[in-house]
């Protein structure tokens, strides 16, 4: 009936909440692996590292450069 089951779907949940945490600069890792009820952040690095092929670090780098280049060309 569906193309997705129940843990891919919650897995895409989880990574859409732990993008838009990460993009915010208040919150660190280890903030975001906690409001989203990972055991640890090494937890949270694998499951993130899993889903969107890049580590949450690498993720706040790569948000952080786009927001300077949008203010940039603004």
Not at 15 to 41: G, M, R, T, W, Y
């Amino acid at each position: 009936m569906y193309d997705k089951s129940a843990s891919q779907i919650i897995d895409e949940y989880l990574l859409v909440e732990a993008k838009a945490c990460l993009n915010n600069p208040i919150h660190s890792i280890q903030n975001v692996a906690e409001l989203l009820s990972f055991s640890d952040q090494a937890a949270f690095y694998k499951f993130f590292k899993r889903c969107s092929g890049i580590s949450p670090s690498q993720f706040k780098k790569e948000k952080k450069q786009e927001n300077l280049n949008s203010k940039r060309n603004d």
